[in-house]
């Protein structure tokens, strides 16, 4: 089965401050995405990646920026965090980007003050 | 059924009736994926329905899936208080992202 984990599981942070999510996945997939959960809005994709050096701007990217650095890596960076920001953030992993399944991480709570 | 601006649905039943859950999409797609979420979790799919298909079942879950109306269902059998989670619809766009509805939230009383 899919193992997708992420670091860290909850994080405070001031507003101002930077932010780095971390998402490693030991399936090799190709592609990896970030999303964001919050109520009355569902999970709304952040940035994806197609491999390791990719990434791809999704619905909402303002005010994130990810990075793949290896096939196993994905993270997600708050340069300048604002409580609008404050949200549940999913990663998923998946074989192909086309009609496939996604496996997702156990997500991480961010809270900005 | 959830898609889109709706609000979170929620439904309420009995452990060990049958729950039915709607859902709608907006663009054209041939493939949707039902996933649940539990508390505290990340979501995990639970079945994935081609248009060729029209329904898929897999133990106690049945998807549907009609590609002229837009719309596709899930229904579980003999629910089980372990059922209770959010349950969301996805749709493939726009290059294969994925597009989740808004969910519904099953609460199974024991």
């Known amino acids: 089965e899919a193992a997708v984990t992420q670091s860290p599981r909850n994080k405070v942070a001031v507003t101002g401050g930077k932010v780095t999510l971390s998402c490693n996945q030991t399936?090799?997939?190709?592609?990896m995405y970030w999303y964001r959960q919050d109520t009355g809005h569902g999970l709304r994709l952040i940035h994806y990646?197609?491999?390791?050096?990719?990434?791809e701007k999704g619905d909402i990217p303002d005010g994130y920026k990810a990075s793949r650095p290896s096939q196993e890596n994905f993270s997600l960076i708050l340069e300048l965090a604002t409580p609008s920001q404050t949200s549940v953030y999913f990663c998923a992993s998946g074989r192909a980007l086309n009609q496939d399944t996604q496996y997702f991480g156990p997500g991480t709570r961010l809270l900005v003050l | 059924s959830q898609w889109g601006e709706e609000n979170l649905q929620a439904l309420s039943i009995q452990e060990g009736e049958d729950v039915t859950m709607n859902c709608s999409y907006k663009t054209y797609t041939t493939v949707v994926q039902w996933y649940r979420q539990k508390s505290g979790k990340g979501p995990a799919q639970l079945i994935l329905i081609r248009s060729n298909e029209r329904e898929k079942r897999s133990g106690r879950l049945r998807a549907t899936l009609d590609t002229s109306s837009q719309s596709s269902s899930l229904s579980i059998t003999g629910t089980l208080a372990t059922d209770t989670a959010v349950y969301f619809c996805a749709t493939h766009y726009n290059q294969g992202k994925l597009i989740f509805g808004q969910g519904t939230k099953l609460s199974i009383k024991p």
């Open positions: 399936n090799n997939h190709n592609n």
């Open positions: 990646s197609y491999g390791a050096g990719s990434t």
